[in-house]
Structure formats: C-alpha cells, structure tokens
C-alpha cells in the first residue's frame, strides 16, 4: 500500500486572498498509483474528498490502543458523485503525528487538504 504525501493549503482569512478556490486544488489532488494519503497532523486539516459516480469507501486508521488493543479503523461514509469534507482529526487518530487515510477505489478519489489556521 503506497500512501500519497499531502501538504496543506491553509484556507485564507478575509481579505485579498480569499476565497480558497477548491475547484482547482481537487482538480491538482490526483492519487496516481497510490492507495491513500497521508500529512503530518496538527488537528487544524480537514480533507475535501471529491468522489466519482463510481464511489469510493475510506478508512482511517487509530494510531492510539486501549489497554493494549487496537482499535478498528473509522469508516465514515463517502458520497459517490460529490465533494465530501472529513476532519479535523484528534491526536489520537494518529501515528506518530502522522494521518493516514486510506481509500478503497482510489481511482474515483480525488482530493485536497486544507488548513485552518485561526483560533479553532
């Protein structure tokens, strides 16, 4: 499984820089070979999945156990033929400080990452 390194794109404040066009960073958010993405996690990402009429499924990894024991992946939803938004994520979703997603049929996925850097 190869994983597609994002950066984020922080979303603008008001001002000359907005608005955050999203339309062209999915369009540059191709996966290629990859199965899914992943990003150094500051809690303050969100991911803008656009899916295709074939749909896609998603899941994301836990990287913290209880008591020793794993914890499944969450699997939320993914809207085939529309823009979905997942996140922000919790530190203890991830690995290291590392997020991980992954993406059943990566082929129908497109995506960009955005960044809020406001207070939350």
């Known amino acids: 499984m190869t ?4 950066t984020p794109t922080q979303l603008p404040r008001t001002g000359s820089s907005a608005p955050l066009n999203l339309t062209t960073l999915i ?4 996966l290629g070979s990859n199965s899914g993405v992943t990003w150094a996690n500051t809690g303050r990402e969100f991911l ?4 295709a009429s074939g749909g896609s499924t998603c899941s994301i990894p836990i990287g913290t156990t209880i008591e020793g024991q794993a914890v499944a992946p969450l699997t939320p939803t993914l ?3 529309a823009t979905n938004v997942i996140g922000p994520f919790p530190t203890d979703e ?3 400080g590392v997020m991980t997603v992954n993406f059943g049929t990566a082929a129908n996925v497109t995506v960009a990452l955005v960044q ?3 207070v939350i």
């Open 27 to 30: 369009a540059a958010g191709t």
């Open 48 to 51: 803008v999945i656009a899916v």
């Open 3 to 6: 994983l597609l390194t994002l």
């Open 94 to 96: 991830t690995l290291n």
């Open 116 to 118: 809020y850097v406001g």
């Open 79 to 81: 809207t085939a033929s």
